[in-house]
């Protein structure tokens, strides 16, 4: 059972958690992105996340697909929102379960890392002096060197 | 052939636009297409290597564009 | 922030989630470890968990703190429960927050790996024949080579 | 002296109890207990080399154990 998608609605964790619950898979793991108070210093105060939704809902679907590749018989269930997030909202949510605790633990890891790689969302932030800037993993830094490589890669 | 390409987030804001038409000779590829970009005005704002979307999936700067085509300027990525 | 606790109650994961939850924090790992209806082909019914509690306790905030050691200002919170479980029932849970996913990620899979070597819990299969086993993870099919690891490395 | 032993799980279930005494003499260590152990009717279901907790702590063969010690026998631990 694989479900993702791109949501404008609060994120429910445990409805998340119960979807992918069965009595076959005993071990269950759970990732969830939530906006922080601080980023490179700054003080913020709320997160803005866009998307190309097409594209967006297609990697994301391509990504789970990947993962139940991977971790065979794993029930996945991925949700990334959208629009003016406050502090403390859960932007993202990775439910996986397996009946191998290694196996839903490295399909939520393969999940959250491919997402930040490939799925093209954004996101700005917005700070308490009222200014707002787009995130660029690039070069912030807290810079994720894997979004350059993946450039290279498909070049 | 005109395509339109659509831009989001940081490059919507330094074109200030939601997508840009392109003329491009049949046959161009997606590195015809990022030298055409880079002539407009906010061009020079572009990364060295931005990434491209041809019919939501990326696309290698080798792959052609074909009229009718879904292209997309794809910011640096920070889902999550 | 850590708490752990053997408990004989209920395991509420949303409330596990809340506890770790923090603006500072922006990566929440849960993992849940849930009672299945089969093991090594045989179905089954329920589970009956018992543990010398003192030690369990012990050993438990242990690990919690060598994942404290680990994962710098990681918020953890774990909960072992005993007794007797149906199926579906939560029997571990571990939530873990941190400013750095890899890190709550890593925080949750070094404590049930470590929690599944060291703390002194047993459980009792209850199958659908009436008949109650308790689980050898040293010989059972889904051996567990740890357990032997760690006999030898005490000696 | 007497040293009283904690059984759990299934190796309270073989040894039909929750502890037993066992007459240790002064400076015995953790293998020399086991050894007493294993001389009860039911020591012959222990493994090998079964682990021993002094003290709420997983102990050495060669760990010495005194009068008032806290000594448990642990089975192969199965929790999560």
Chains 1, 3 share one sequence.
Do not use: C
């Not at chain 1, 429910?12 to 210093?41: C, K, P, Q, W, Y």
């Not at chain 1, 990775?94 to 930040?116: M, N, P, S, W, Y």
């Not at chain 2, 030298?35 to 939501?56: F, M, T, W």
């Amino acid at each position: 059972m694989i479900r993702t998608a791109i949501v404008t609605r609060p994120i429910d964790a445990s409805a998340l958690i119960a979807e992918v619950a069965s009595d076959t898979h005993g071990a269950t793991s759970l990732f969830l992105g939530t906006v922080r108070d601080v980023n490179d210093g700054r003080a913020v105060t709320g997160m803005e996340y866009t998307a190309y939704d097409a594209m967006a809902s297609r990697e994301l679907a391509k990504i789970a697909g990947e993962a139940a590749e991977k971790f065979d018989d794993v029930m996945l269930v991925v949700e990334h929102r959208t629009g003016a997030l406050a502090l403390g909202d859960v932007s993202v949510a990775i439910a996986a379960a397996h009946a191998h605790r290694g196996h839903a633990l490295d399909a939520t890891r393969f999940v959250i890392e491919q997402l930040k790689k490939r799925v093209p969302i954004w996101k700005r932030e917005h700070y308490v002096d009222g200014t707002r800037e787009w995130i660029d993993p690039t070069t912030s830094h807290s810079a994720n060197p894997t979004a350059l490589d993946m450039q290279q890669a498909v070049r | 052939m005109e395509v339109r390409v659509l831009l989001f987030a940081s490059y919507a804001d330094a074109f200030g636009a939601q997508n840009i038409a392109v003329d491009l000779r049949e046959g161009a590829t997606v590195k015809d297409l990022l030298a055409k970009v880079r002539e407009l005005a906010a061009g020079h704002s572009l990364p060295p290597a931005p990434l491209i979307a041809v019919n939501q999936e990326y696309a290698a700067p080798g792959a052609v564009i074909r009229a009718g085509d879904e292209v997309a300027l794809i910011p640096p990525v920070a889902g999550g």
